[in-house]
């Protein structure tokens, strides 16, 4: 009878101990399926905010002044110091620079960006091109094509998890030139739930610059 009994009580109790082992492995299984689930998400999401604030950026207009130096050739009549006969001599002068400014692109094509020796009398006394003013223009499109580019990379897999997105938000530093997106995202959780996890909540950042050329 006393044997019986024994039996019967580690019988039990290698039963429960297994019950425990099992929650506690589907537990910690659900646990690498929320988590997993967030990294996908996470990553999607880093995804978004960096393709927006590209999208912003390359909205950027590069903007060059520039200035030409100009020589003026003056001829005139003086006393040869020789001969003490009138004679034909010339000199130069620098008069005001010829300016433009405007996208880089288009100065580039009209050829104000390349040195103007030849287009001078004497290429030796002509100056060539100089920059006096570079900065970058954020046209009214930057932050609207920001938001775009973020709308179409967020919706899947981000929409189809249960996810939800807050929005997205467009920061611009128009002394850098530079475009940031900030969103956060919250996933629901699902065995996370058993621990007293009901939803997990990650905030990404993207930041662009646009490109010099």
């Known amino acids: 009878m006393k044997r019986m009994r024994r039996r019967s009580t580690h019988r039990g109790g290698v039963m429960v101990t297994t019950a425990v082992a099992f929650l506690a492995l589907l537990l910690f299984a659900g646990m690498a399926l929320d988590f997993g689930r ?12 960096d393709a ?3 999208a912003g950026a390359l909205q950027v207009v590069p903007m060059r002044a520039i200035a030409r130096d100009r ?14 006969k009138p004679s034909l ?5 620098r008069v005001a620079p010829a300016t433009a400014e405007g996208r880089v692109q ?5 050829g104000a960006l390349r040195a103007t020796a030849s287009q001078c009398a004497d290429p030796y006394r002509c100056g060539s091109v100089r ?8 046209p009214d499109s930057t932050e609207p094509m920001a938001r775009t580019a973020f709308d179409k990379n967020k919706s899947w897999p981000i929409g189809r998890l249960g996810a939800t997105v807050e929005g997205v938000s467009v920061t611009i530093d128009r002394a850098k030139a530079e475009v940031t ?14 621990v007293g996890i009901t939803e997990l909540r990650f905030t ?10």
Do not use: M, Y
Request: charge should be positive.
């Open 38 to 49: 967030a990294h996908l998400l996470k990553a999607q999401l880093q995804t978004a905010v």
């Open 52 to 54: 927006s604030a590209l």
């Open 71 to 84: 020589w003026l050739r003056i001829d005139e009549t003086c006393l040869d110091p020789v001969t003490k």
């Open 89 to 93: 001599c010339s000199h130069w002068e």
């Open 106 to 110: 288009d100065l580039r094509g009209d």
């Open 131 to 138: 920059i006096t003013r570079e900065w970058l223009l954020l």
């Open 181 to 194: 997106t900030t969103s956060t995202i919250r996933i629901p959780t699902t065995f996370l739930r058993l």
């Open 204 to 213: 990404r950042h993207g930041s662009a610059q646009p490109v010099h050329r």
